[in-house]
């Protein structure tokens, strides 16, 4: 049972942050220690919180919270240096160099490490006023070594890699497509409307399942620039995106069809049972949800083809009642339309071939 349960609870530590939360005490020990040996301080405060504010879940955010904490210390010493030297007296001078870092600490780029222009600036401003320029270089070099540990740990130290979550929100997608194109054969069937099928909230629920999969998927594939495991460098996320963007424009014809027999009426008064449209419009329905549901990269479904002709054959003028081609047509384009997102088949990873095995491959026969 123990064994068991260690697993599950190092998977809990590392949703919760933990992994983040190790990297970011290891880089504050190290940078602590090293200070304190190097630079004979006994209390390197500003190293260990320059570490621990740069790590970030991944690589990529790593950097650019040490870029922009770097820019930030940078900006705050240059604003800093000359009102402390050249400005008199020292109260003008000290106006001058927060107004000039507070408005520098808003600027976009910083983000909230913009904090760190008039900390610094004032630290700098009171080291150099009171003639103390080695307590100054010696801050400064708590600041390096801390985000230098910092990108060490975070590149090093195991850095995340967020596959697993994507794939999950993915199949929660796929899942709810499937279950709205299902939810919208049962309405024409039973001859309803879509809201009191599906619920008045549904459009929302199914935009919001796909924002959480884009996100999803971009976080994905921002774990995996510059991440040195080999986890990363095996993953293939080409296909995903192609999987995202079919997905992305079948929920959209979703919507369209719900729309549609929501707000028109004769659109759905057009599919009566005894019309000869409704059944095989709600197979067709049901069979896009089974495609769907089976778009996960590789090969379009087997019944896609199928779905076509059965689609084409329902779409021809002479097979509609009198009086019921427009509205069939018009519930139509959105089914067509997502048919031929679904027929797109996903672009297959190149083959790598081996130098050392190409001379033993039989060569093609002319």
């Known amino acids: 049972m123990q064994r068991a349960r260690l697993p599950a609870l190092i998977a809990r530590i590392g949703q919760a942050g933990g992994a983040e939360a190790a990297r970011a005490t290891v880089a504050a020990g190290l940078t602590w220690q090293t200070c304190a040996t190097l630079l004979h301080i006994s209390d390197p405060y500003a190293g260990a919180v320059a570490a ?5 879940t991944t690589v990529v955010a790593t950097v650019s919270a040490a870029a922009r904490y770097a820019a ?24 001058l160099v927060v107004f000039a870092s ?5 600027h976009g780029f910083l983000g909230h490490h913009g904090l760190h222009v008039p900390t610094t600036a004032l630290i700098t401003f009171a080291l150099v006023r009171g003639r103390h320029p080695g307590e100054l270089a010696v ?15 975070s590149v090093l130290l195991f850095p995340a890699v967020r596959v697993r979550s994507a794939e999950r929100a993915l199949d929660d997608l796929r899942l709810l497509v499937a279950r709205y194109l299902d939810g919208l054969a049962d309405a024409v069937v039973r001859r309803e409307r879509p809201r009191n099928r ?3 909230a549904w459009e929302d629920d199914l935009g919001t399942a796909l924002n959480r999969a884009r996100t999803a998927v971009d976080e994905a594939h921002e774990s995996m620039r510059w991440n040195v495991r080999p986890t990363a460098r095996r993953r293939r996320w080409h296909l995903d995106d192609r999987v995202l963007c079919t997905l992305s424009d079948v929920a959209v014809q979703v919507t369209a069809t719900g729309r549609l027999l929501d707000a028109h009426p004769e659109a ?20 896009t949800a089974l495609c769907a549901y ?31 081609a427009a509205p069939d047509r018009r519930l139509l384009r959105p089914l067509e339309s997502a048919l031929t997102c679904l027929s797109a088949p996903a672009p297959a990873p190149p083959a790598r071939a081996h130098r050392l095995l190409d001379p033993l491959r039989p060569a093609p026969r002319r």
């Open 52 to 56: 621990l504010l740069i790590v970030e």
């Open 72 to 95: 930030g210390c940078l900006l705050g010493v240059l604003v800093a240096v000359p009102g402390a030297l050249y400005a008199e007296p020292g109260m003008v001078g000290l106006a």
């Open 102 to 106: 507070v408005l520098l600490a808003r």
């Open 139 to 153: 801050h400064l070099a708590e600041i390096v070594l801390g985000i230098g540990f910092g990108l060490a740990c």
């Open 198 to 200: 599906l619920g008045a």
């Open 268 to 287: 759905a008064a057009g599919c009566r049972p005894g019309s000869g449209f409704a059944q095989p419009y709600a197979r067709l329905l049901r069979t």
């Open 294 to 324: 089976s778009c996960r990269g590789g090969r379009p479904h087997p019944a896609l083809p199928a779905a076509r002709q059965a689609l084409a054959r329902l779409g021809t003028p002479g097979c509609d009642p009198p009086g019921t």
